[in-house]
C-alpha cells in the first residue's frame, strides 16, 4: 500500500535528488543522504522499507509557512555522505524561515505602482521623444492612462491626446468647425478621430506630442484591405513623417506591419521585473516596494522575495488590485493570514479576472498508479521551482532549463487531463483548459488571435497552465499544399511556436497538450525545448491496483486484498476511466438502489463492463 509522505528541504538540488531516487532504495538511506525533515511524524519501523512504497511530496523550506512544525527523521544519526551545513532541528521545533525586513510604503497609488515598476522603459521613451522619434508602446490597456502621461513629463513635451474631447478646441476644431459641422452626423467615431488627428498633426507645435493611446482600435484590424479607415490612418500618419507621435497598441490586437513600420522605435512592457528602482529611489524587491506596510503586516511573514513569483505576471495596476482585495478579505479574520492565504488569494483572485481560468485541487496523490509518470512530474516541477532561485547572472542558463511544454499522448480515459490538473496544483498556478476545435475559425487570422488572448490571459494569471486538450486538432503537420486551410493551419502552428518561444522564466507558464494521435503532430512542436512528450498508456495490473484502491477510498467502498486482486487482474485493458466507474456504480448502487458492493456484486459490475465492450466489438464488425 503506498503511503504519503510529506518532506521539507532547504535546497533545491537535494529536492531534485530525492525526486530522482531509484525506488528500490530503502527509505532510511534515502532520508541520511541529505538535509531533509518531516512534515509529519513517522515511526522508525517504516525506515527499512522502498522508497516505492511511500508517495512523496517534497518542498521547499522557503516555501512553508511560518509555524510550521519540522521533525527530524527518526533514528537516523549520520548522513553516508553528508551535504547538510546545520543540523536538522529536534522533533517539534519549528524551522520556518524568518521573515524577511523589507521598507513598505504606507501608501502607494496605482499611478505610482506604474512608475516604480516601470521606470527604466518610460526614461527609454522618454528619451526617444526627446530626440524626436515618434514610439510605439505595446503594453495592457489597463497602464496606458499612467504610462502616457509619465513618459511625456520626463521628456518635457506637450502630450496632445487624440481621444480626449476636451483638447478639440485647442486643435482647432471646435463645435463650430466646418469639418464637424458637414460630417458630423455621417461619420462615425472613428472617422471622427481621423479627422481631428489630420487636424493635429498638421497645427503641432515645436515640443508637442501627439498620444495615440488606442493605436489598435484605430486601425481596426491587422488586415488593411478590409477597412478604408486602416488605409486612411496609414497615409495619414506618412503624410506627416516629421511629427511627433506617441503610440500605443495592447499585445492582443494586431496591427499593419506598414502602421508598426511608421515607428523610429517600439517599446514592449509585460509582467514585472523582481526589482524596481528610479532616480528618487534604492533599488527594491517589487514585493516591498509595491505592498503597503499595512497589507504586508495582514499576511503573517510575509516574504517580498517569495511574493514576486505569484504576480510576475501581472501588470503593476492589477497588482494593487489583487493586493487591496487580498488586505480587505483577510484584515478582520480573528486569526492572522499565512503566506499560504495569501498565495491562495492571489490565485483565487487571477482566476476570476477570466471566466475559462480556475484554480485546480487535483494533486499526484489523487491519481493512482503511474509512478514513474509522477516522478518524471516531480523533476519537471522541480527544475520549474529551483531555476527561480538561480543567480541573476545564469539568466541564460535559467530560460534553457524551465520547460516550456508537455505533451501527454495515449488511449482515452487514461488521466491525462488529471495529471495536467495535478501539475498546475503543484505549480500554484490558474489553469484553462482549451478544447483544440475550439481555438479553429473559418476566418482568416481569427485562430491566431485566439491563441494570442489565450497566451495573454495566461501571462496576466501566471504562474498558470494552459492545456490544449486534442492539440492535434490545431498542431498537425504543416503542409506545404497552397490551399488556404493548410496556410490556416500553419499559421495556427506559427502562432503556437511564436507564443511559445516568448516566454520568460521568471513568468512560470506552462502548455500542455494530451492527444490520442501524437504521430500526426508538426514535428516543429516535439523538439525537446518546446514540448515534451510524456506516454499514459493504459494502466498494468499494478497501476490499476492503484486506481481501484485510490477510487474504492473516494466512494468509500471496503475492498479485501483478495477482491481488489481479482478485479485488477479481471480488467486488463481497462483505462481508468473505466476503473473509477466501477466503483462510482458500487457506490450509486449502495446508496440509490440498497445493494451492498460485495465481492458478488463488484463480480457483476465487472461482467457488466466487460459485455459491453464486447458488444461495441460487435457492432464495429
Not at 517504516?46 to 522508497?51: A, G, K, M, T
Not at 497615409?235 to 494586431?254: G, K, R, S
Not at 532549463?401 to 482515452?412: A, E, K, N, T
Request: contains cysteine; charged residues 30%; proline residues 6%.
Amino acid at each position: 500500500m503506498t503511503r504519503a509522505l510529506r518532506l521539507a528541504t532547504a535546497d533545491h538540488g537535494d529536492r531534485m535528488d530525492l525526486l530522482g531516487t531509484a525506488g528500490d532504495r530503502p527509505l532510511r538511506e534515502v532520508l541520511a543522504s541529505c538535509e531533509v525533515w518531516l512534515l509529519d511524524p513517522l515511526d522508525e519501523e517504516l525506515l527499512d522499507r522502498p522508497w516505492s512504497d511511500f508517495a512523496a511530496d517534497i518542498r521547499l523550506r522557503s516555501e512553508l509557512a511560518p509555524g510550521t512544525s519540522l521533525f527530524a527523521p527518526p533514528g537516523i544519526t549520520a548522513a553516508p555522505a553528508p551535504t547538510s551545513l546545520t543540523k536538522p532541528p529536534a522533533p517539534g521545533v519549528e524551522a520556518a524561515q524568518e521573515p524577511e525586513q523589507a521598507d513598505h510604503p504606507d501608501r502607494i497609488t496605482d499611478a505610482q505602482a506604474v512608475r516604480l515598476a516601470y521606470y527604466p522603459h518610460i526614461e527609454r521613451v522618454a528619451s526617444l521623444l526627446r530626440s524626436r522619434l515618434p514610439v510605439l508602446v505595446i503594453s495592457e490597456k489597463l497602464i496606458v492612462t499612467h504610462l502616457w502621461e509619465e513618459m511625456v513629463t520626463l521628456a518635457e513635451c506637450r502630450g496632445i491626446r487624440l481621444d480626449d474631447d476636451s483638447q478639440e478646441d485647442e486643435s482647432g476644431r471646435g463645435s463650430g468647425d466646418p469639418v464637424g459641422d458637414m460630417n458630423g452626423a455621417s461619420m462615425n467615431t472613428r472617422q471622427r478621430r481621423l479627422a481631428r488627428l489630420r487636424a493635429q498633426l498638421e497645427e503641432l507645435k515645436e515640443g508637442d506630442v501627439i498620444v495615440l493611446t488606442h493605436l489598435d482600435l484605430l486601425a481596426g484590424s491587422a488586415d488593411i484591405g478590409r477597412h478604408a479607415e486602416a488605409r486612411e490612418l496609414v497615409e495619414l500618419l506618412y503624410a506627416f513623417p516629421d511629427q511627433l507621435v506617441l503610440a500605443f497598441a495592447d499585445p492582443t490586437l494586431p496591427l499593419p506591419d506598414v502602421l508598426a513600420e511608421r515607428f523610429s522605435a517600439r517599446v514592449t512592457l509585460s509582467g514585472l521585473p523582481p526589482k524596481v528602482k528610479t532616480p528618487e529611489t534604492e533599488e527594491t524587491l517589487l514585493g516591498a516596494a509595491l505592498v503597503t506596510r499595512e497589507e504586508a503586516e495582514t499576511f503573517e511573514g510575509f516574504q517580498p522575495r517569495e511574493f514576486y513569483k505569484h504576480v510576475a505576471g501581472m501588470n503593476p495596476v492589477r497588482l494593487r488590485q489583487a493586493m487591496r482585495y487580498a488586505h480587505e478579505k483577510h484584515r478582520t479574520q480573528p486569526k492572522r493570514a499565512t503566506q499560504q492565504d495569501l498565495r491562495e488569494t492571489l490565485l483565487t483572485f487571477k482566476a476570476q479576472q477570466s471566466s475559462h481560468f480556475e484554480v485546480p485541487n487535483v494533486t499526484l496523490n489523487d491519481i493512482g498508479g503511474y509512478d514513474e509518470v509522477k516522478d518524471e512530474i516531480r523533476q519537471t516541477l522541480a527544475i520549474i521551482s529551483g531555476a527561480q532561485s538561480l543567480p541573476d547572472d545564469m539568466e541564460e542558463v535559467r530560460s534553457e532549463l524551465v520547460p516550456r511544454g508537455i505533451i501527454f499522448y495515449g488511449p482515452p480515459g487514461t488521466g491525462k487531463t488529471l495529471f495536467a490538473k495535478a501539475i498546475a496544483n503543484g505549480m500554484n498556478a490558474t489553469i484553462q483548459v482549451v478544447s483544440g476545435p475550439e481555438v479553429t475559425d473559418m476566418y482568416v487570422g481569427e485562430s491566431e488571435r485566439k491563441v494570442r488572448e489565450i497566451f495573454a490571459s495566461a501571462r496576466r494569471s501566471a504562474p498558470s497552465v494552459i492545456v490544449f486538450d486534442e492539440i492535434d486538432a490545431i498542431t498537425m503537420e504543416r503542409s506545404n499544399r497552397p490551399d488556404g486551410g493548410s496556410r490556416a493551419g500553419n499559421s495556427v502552428v506559427a502562432q503556437i511556436l511564436t507564443e511559445m518561444d516568448g516566454f520568460r522564466p521568471e513568468v512560470p507558464m506552462l502548455v500542455i497538450g494530451t492527444t490520442n494521435r501524437i504521430d500526426i503532430i508538426d514535428k516543429a512542436l516535439l523538439r525537446p525545448s518546446r514540448f515534451r512528450s510524456i506516454a499514459i498508456s493504459l494502466p498494468d495490473v499494478t497501476a490499476r491496483r492503484a486506481i481501484l484502491r485510490h477510487h474504492a477510498g473516494r466512494y468509500h467502498i471496503s475492498l479485501d486484498d483478495e477482491v481488489l486482486e481479482l478485479i485488477a487482474e479481471a480488467t486488463a485493458g481497462r483505462n481508468g476511466d473505466e476503473l473509477r466507474s466501477l466503483m462510482r456504480d458500487a457506490f450509486v448502487g449502495r446508496h440509490m438502489h440498497g445493494i451492498e458492493p460485495d465481492a458478488r456484486r463488484l463480480g457483476w459490475l465487472v461482467g457488466r463492463l466487460q459485455q459491453g465492450r464486447l458488444e461495441m466489438i460487435s457492432e464495429r464488425r
